[in-house]
């Protein structure tokens, strides 16, 4: 699922939508989308939005740190921060040029792809256009902007690093991932970073930004003709080329319990659970795991709230996150609990898997968790910019068209299905855990290794070291 999360309105929403289902309002709306690829096979979709006098305009190229070297990765991190430069000294940045034109910009990488986006009024539109060109086709890379560069990202790393959740999950990915490039962190790790020379950018941005690799989304007050030639005048001379890279081979099925636990010094425990999950090319398992992932996760309702937090008190705060991705990735869950509740807490979850694998929901159940993701879905499609993202992520990953089709896929979603799905993915004897537990007062406690179904809290084998890693961003 591609959200953003709007929780202070969710709740009442999702009551107010209680007698929704079939007959939905759509989100995105497919009647008013076109479509065109340039000569140099840059895709330019549109939205005609034509209420607000304002345009979301995302641009989007398949350079995330799925495509990094694996002794580089942070690379493409870095190539989009780097975008935000300007090749002339005296010129305004990216950034501030947007700004001055009364706009919000905003980029960001993830695993499959990279992003920039802007929001500026209509009549602005053509000149965002000619700034995005000029960035992706004449990027400043020099060394000083690198070492720059090279410093505020080394910030952030050390900043998430001095999160517990944020290391728990980095570390999570690392675990379920040892060899597919999902497992290395977005943002890359200081030792990666210093790898880094200034012709691994230039040959790293020669190698993906090129016109048929990218997207071009547009949203708002436009007419899509206007938009196809104002495309043409401005990102026509991006040269095309055929894009050097392979996907990699999957990583292997997991067929244990992988663990990995660390002393923290956090006055709490940390624990974060990773199953496997789909990827986008099995689109309806992807949507049942949305449904599970609301099962867990949304409303007051879900299951880590309503039991692990407030009727059995085995958790302080706990979370959920499941990204759709193009390959598979993992449903995770996130808990912190006191040190006396930890064994109990994990317990908790592999009985709430075996409920999901063991029964189909009601359909109250189900109708109620569709609710939930149609409301989540349209507080996070309110705005142009917001429309663009979610257009842009579906096309970098399989194809624009999944963005408006959506909600009628989770729809179609039966509670036989969810529980087909929870069986296939859930498997209590077969995920990843990574625990970040307290430092004992006396010296260095025995540290025990995740639950594993097939076992009790009396036959843990006792596990212990010290574990280090570097955030993704």
């Not at 071009?216 to 894009?243: H, P, Q, S, Y």
Request: some cysteine; overall charge negative; glycine content about 8%.
């Amino acid at each position: 699922m591609r959200v953003r999360r709007y929780c202070a309105v969710l709740a009442v929403a999702a009551w107010a939508l209680r007698w929704a289902g079939p007959g939905w309002a759509a989100i995105l709306d497919g009647q008013r989308v076109s479509d065109a690829t340039l000569p140099n096979g840059l895709h330019v979709i549109v939205l005609e939005e034509p209420q607000w006098g304002v345009v979301g305009v995302g641009l989007n190229v398949r350079c995330g740190s799925l495509h990094d070297p694996p002794d580089k990765s942070g690379l493409s991190h870095l190539v989009e921060h780097l975008l935000f430069e300007s090749a002339d000294p005296a010129a305004p940045g990216l950034g501030v040029a947007v700004e001055d034109l009364g706009g919000y910009i905003n980029a960001q990488t993830l695993r499959d792809f990279m992003s920039v986006d802007v929001l500026v009024a209509s009549s602005e539109l053509e000149a965002v256009f000619q700034m995005l060109a000029d960035r992706v086709t004449k990027p400043s890379f020099d060394e000083e902007a690198l070492r720059r560069e090279k410093q505020i990202v080394a910030r952030e790393i050390s900043d998430r690093s001095e999160e517990a959740d944020a290391a728990a999950m980095t570390a999570l990915w690392e675990l379920a991932y040892p060899q597919h490039p999902y497992g290395r962190p977005i943002g890359g790790s200081k030792k990666s970073l210093a790898q880094v020379e200034l012709e691994d950018l230039v040959a790293h941005h020669k190698r993906f930004y090129v016109p048929n690799n990218s997207a071009l989304v547009v949203v708002g007050d436009v007419e899509a003709g206007r938009v196809f030639e104002a495309a043409k005048r401005t990102f026509g001379g991006w040269r095309r080329a055929e894009v050097d890279w392979q996907p990699p081979a999957p990583e292997p099925p997991l067929d244990e319990v992988r663990t990995k636990v660390v002393e923290s010094g956090s006055a709490a425990v940390v624990f974060a659970v990773g199953f496997p999950a789909p990827g986008i090319d099995r689109p309806g398992d992807v949507c049942a795991m949305d449904l599970i992932y609301a099962w867990f996760n949304e409303g007051e309702g879900s299951w880590l709230q309503r039991v692990l937090v407030n009727e059995r008190k085995l958790a302080l705060a706990a979370d959920a996150e499941f990204l759709t991705q193009r390959y598979p990735g993992l449903l995770i869950l996130l808990v912190v609990c006191a040190r006396e509740k930890e064994l109990e807490a994990r317990q908790a979850i592999l009985e709430a898997v075996e409920q999901l694998r063991s029964a189909p929901l009601s359909d109250e159940e189900m109708k109620r968790l569709k609710d939930l993701i149609y409301t989540q879905y349209a507080f996070t499609n309110e705005t142009c910019l917001d429309k663009a993202g979610s257009i842009g992520f579906y096309e970098m990953i399989t194809g624009y068209r999944f963005a408006f089709d959506y909600i009628d896929l989770v729809e179609k979603v039966t509670p036989e299905q969810l529980q087909e799905v929870a069986r296939r993915y859930l498997n209590p004897d077969a995920y990843s855990a990574v625990v970040l537990r307290p430092r004992s007062e006396g010296g260095q406690e025995a540290l025990a290794p995740a639950l594993r179904h097939s076992q009790n809290a009396q036959s843990l084998r006792s596990e212990g070291g010290q574990g280090a890693w570097a955030p993704w961003l």
